[in-house]
């Protein structure tokens, strides 16, 4: 493997070990206890739920290939997934607030057991039933815990700055951390330990379920739903709340494009830093990506400990920088023209693209606690987990159509495509921090009134 590939993992993780050490007190937020321990058994949780998730991902393609299927089947397959999350995500968020958030997250380890034990089938029928359930288990893993997380932090009356914390350190470890570890221990299995392509998905089961043990003995339920409403009717009010409230639409809208392009990123990496079949050493790349990832969190931590920085207008310039990350491929393709010969090291052009890739990755990291922090905020509690899957439909309906047309596009336009959606979403959070700001001025403009004529009344004695 090329010294390159080394220098690049190496400088990232002196950055994130430089970023962690050097946090002073003014980039920490002080915090109870009790508040530690409901912190760290959250983030054990949720660990272990992405450990779930993360071991999986890098062999489905890869198992479904083992099991001879072609490329046009594997495809059908994963967008039966996304529209599986599509079609009843909301349903199963409805549910969760109605039903209660941790039977939700529950059913998320238990659906995706399910699915796990699916994959010892090479019967194509198995597969996209385990398919249909890893996307209903997906829907819960993005909205039932996080819903779970702020009702129960507000519940036990800790401080809201103190939510943002839990969110950089799940993301730090949950999506930084835990990702390379699984990497590392799901190569294990089936390379060292030559298991096969089937051991990264029982070793998911086995983390699940003991995360579901954990959830069954120490978290209490909570509900977004007090009155018990029936599922029409918790879906109009979810509607209403989106149409009613610009800013919880923008929010979904900012959501949609930036994960939209993320996903679309994770299918598109790969063959723009291989154009001619250069090796490349993907699992090592995508440690890289995630120790990326976790140089984003822990910058956001910093940024979120200081109340007087508003998440709004920092994202703005994420949004800037992601957005001009991914016009690199499109700006090296007219660096160098492609070799005759394939194979080979990578390029130039790759090298560039790699710190490119690196930089959006970063980006990611920063977005996932600051996005939440902000769904904490502008969302209603009595249908959280119903709008958080409102907002992940277009998200599901744009990579399903990127994955169908995969091959009908060059690379190039697909990356142009993400930046552009990426710039809209900046365009957007400028939007929203104007409204934010308007609606705070309002508020603060009618508190002052108040006080005053509540000085100006007469004592009656």
């Known amino acids: 493997m090329e010294s390159f590939y080394f220098v690049v993992f190496a400088c990232l993780a002196a950055l994130v070990v430089a970023m962690e050490l050097s946090k002073n007190s003014k980039d920490r937020i002080g915090t109870s206890s009790s508040f530690n321990s409901f912190m760290n058994n959250y983030i054990i949780v949720y660990s272990l739920m992405m450990a779930g998730d993360w071991l999986q991902g890098p062999y489905v393609y890869y198992l479904y290939r083992t099991y001879g299927f072609g490329k046009g089947e594997i495809g059908q397959l994963f967008i039966a997934g996304f529209g599986s999350s599509m079609l009843f995500g909301t349903l199963v968020g409805s549910l969760a607030d109605k039903q209660g958030r941790k039977r939700a997250c529950v059913t998320y380890c238990i659906t995706y057991m399910l699915s796990c034990v699916t994959k010892h089938s090479s019967e194509y029928k198995i597969l996209m039933l385990g398919r249909?359930?890893?996307?209903?288990?997906?829907?819960?893993?993005?909205?039932?815990?996080?819903?779970?997380?702020?009702?129960?932090?507000?519940?036990?009356?800790?401080?809201?700055?103190?939510?943002?914390?839990?969110?950089?350190?799940?993301?730090?470890?949950?999506?930084?951390?835990?990702?390379?570890?699984?990497?590392?221990?799901?190569?294990?299995?089936?390379?060292?330990?030559?298991?096969?392509?089937?051991?990264?998905?029982?070793?998911?089961?086995c983390f699940l379920a003991f995360g579901m043990v954990i959830i069954l003995a120490s978290w209490t339920e909570n509900y977004g739903d007090p009155e018990k409403k029936n599922l029409l009717a918790q879906f109009k009010g979810a509607a209403l709340a989106i149409a009613s409230d610009e800013r919880i639409a923008l929010l979904g809208a900012i959501q949609s494009l930036f994960e939209g392009s993320m996903y679309t990123f994770v299918f598109l990496w790969t063959?723009?830093?291989?154009?001619?079949?250069?090796?490349?050493?993907?699992?090592?790349?995508?440690?890289?990506?995630?120790?990326?990832?976790?140089?984003?969190?822990?910058?956001?931590?910093?940024?979120?400990?200081?109340?007087?920085?508003?998440?709004?207008?920092?994202?703005?310039?994420?949004?800037?920088?992601?957005?001009?990350?991914?016009?690199?491929?499109?700006?090296?393709?007219?660096?160098?023209?492609?070799?005759?010969?394939?194979?080979?090291?990578?390029?130039?052009?790759?090298?560039?693209?790699?710190?490119?890739?690196?930089?959006?990755?970063?980006?990611?990291?920063?977005?996932?606690?600051?996005?939440?922090?902000?769904?904490?905020?502008?969302?209603?509690?009595?249908?959280?987990?119903?709008?958080?899957?409102?907002?992940?439909?277009?998200?599901?309906?744009?990579?399903?159509?990127?994955?169908?047309?995969?091959?009908?596009?060059?690379?190039?336009?697909?990356?142009?495509?993400?930046?552009?959606?990426?710039?809209?979403?900046?365009?957007?959070?400028?939007?929203?921090?104007?409204?934010?700001?308007?609606?705070?001025?309002?508020?603060?403009?009618?508190?002052?009134?108040?006080?005053?004529?509540?000085?100006?009344?007469?004592?009656?004695?």
């Not at 997906?138 to 914390?165: I, P």
Request: with cysteine; charged share 15%.
């Open 132 to 205: 249909i359930l890893g996307g209903i288990a997906t829907s819960l893993l993005f909205s039932a815990f996080e819903s779970w997380l702020v009702a129960e932090h507000n519940k036990r009356g800790f401080d809201q700055q103190w939510l943002s914390e839990t969110f950089s350190k799940a993301i730090f470890l949950g999506n930084g951390l835990v990702a390379i570890i699984s990497g590392l221990f799901g190569n294990l299995l089936v390379d060292t330990l030559a298991l096969g392509p089937v051991a990264p998905f029982d070793a998911a089961a």
């Open 271 to 461: 063959p723009a830093l291989s154009p001619n079949d250069e090796e490349i050493p993907h699992g090592f790349i995508f440690a890289t990506f995630m120790l990326a990832s976790m140089l984003g969190s822990s910058f956001a931590s910093r940024l979120l400990a200081h109340s007087s920085l508003r998440v709004e207008s920092y994202m703005q310039i994420v949004f800037l920088i992601s957005s001009a990350s991914l016009l690199i491929p499109i700006l090296t393709n007219f660096l160098e023209t492609p070799p005759d010969v394939r194979g080979g090291s990578i390029s130039l052009s790759g090298s560039l693209q790699l710190i490119g890739f690196s930089t959006f990755e970063a980006c990611v990291g920063i977005f996932w606690p600051s996005i939440m922090k902000m769904r904490s905020q502008y969302i209603p509690e009595e249908t959280r987990s119903t709008i958080m899957n409102f907002f992940r439909i277009p998200l599901n309906v744009f990579v399903c159509v990127v994955l169908y047309n995969v091959d009908a596009f060059p690379i190039t336009i697909m990356f142009g495509m993400c930046s552009i959606f990426l710039f809209i979403a900046s365009v957007l959070q400028r939007r929203l921090e104007g409204i934010a700001e308007s609606q705070k001025s309002r508020s603060q403009d009618w508190t002052a009134i108040r006080e005053s004529d509540s000085e100006a009344e007469p004592l009656n004695v």
